[in-house]
């Protein structure tokens, strides 16, 4: 399979703990975004990267939130002292550079804190 | 910022009849317009884009959708709807830093 995987498809954890989630984007594409999604919303856009660099990051992306990108390959949210607004669903996506409004999800990753 | 608005929660129609999913923007400047299907357990799905040019876009499997600046809507349409293409459907708008603004997504329930 070539497309966005993302690891893990489901995380329980519980308040204060701190998870990470992985994205390995398709293989040639520069472009990889992070958004969050939850039920009975439409995406909304965490962060993105190009290349190894970090462009841009939203306001909804508070200090708990960080996000790498080390080698400009595969990257990672990591999410600290979770708190129950955290659940959601967070959605990776790549894209070329040749076309970088076409983005290619991955299935995400649905984080339940308890 | 740039955004986009789908009325409908939910949108029923019959197999073999016309689809439509409803979309308006709100942009300033020239809007970059995009549809994106989620199918169930799967991730969201491109399907069509319009930049510029001619108003009506053709898409994957069947979609088109209608740019129509004096109402800015960019409403997506299907000739005769498929019971596969039930799925939640998202309009989506390029905003700054080039990243997309989604709308909150209409269920589409094909009836056989």
């Known amino acids: 399979d070539t497309g966005v995987s993302q690891d893990p498809r489901h995380k329980i954890t519980k308040r204060g703990q701190n998870v990470t989630f992985r994205c390995d984007p398709i293989?040639?594409?520069?472009?990889l975004y992070w958004y969050r999604q939850t039920l009975g919303q439409g995406p909304e856009f965490l962060t993105y990267?190009?290349?190894?660099?970090?462009?841009?990051k939203s306001r909804l992306l508070s200090d708990r939130f960080s996000a790498e990108r080390p080698k400009g390959s595969f990257s990672t949210l990591e999410i600290q002292r979770t708190e129950q607004g955290d659940s959601a669903m967070y959605l990776c996506?790549?894209?070329?550079?040749?076309?970088?409004?076409?983005?290619?999800f991955g299935s995400g990753t649905q984080l339940s804190v308890l | 910022a740039q955004s986009v608005a789908q009325p409908e929660d939910q949108v029923n129609v019959a197999e073999g009849n016309p689809l439509t999913v409803k979309c308006t923007y709100s942009?300033?400047?020239?809007?970059?317009l995009f549809w994106y299907v989620q199918y169930p357990n799967r991730g969201l799905q491109f399907l069509l884009k319009y930049i510029t040019g001619d108003n009506l876009v053709k898409g994957s499997y069947g979609f088109e959708a209608e740019f129509n600046k004096s109402q800015t809507s960019f409403h997506l349409k299907k000739p005769s709807a498929l019971v596969s293409d039930s799925a939640l459907y998202f309009c989506a708008v390029r905003d700054v830093g080039g990243r997309l603004a989604f709308g909150k997504g209409n269920q589409v329930v094909v009836i056989p």
């Open positions: 293989s040639e594409h520069n472009r």
């Open positions: 996506a790549s894209s070329p550079s040749g076309d970088s409004e076409k983005l290619f």
């Open positions: 990267f190009q290349n190894e660099a970090q462009l841009e």
């Open positions: 942009v300033s400047g020239n809007p970059y």
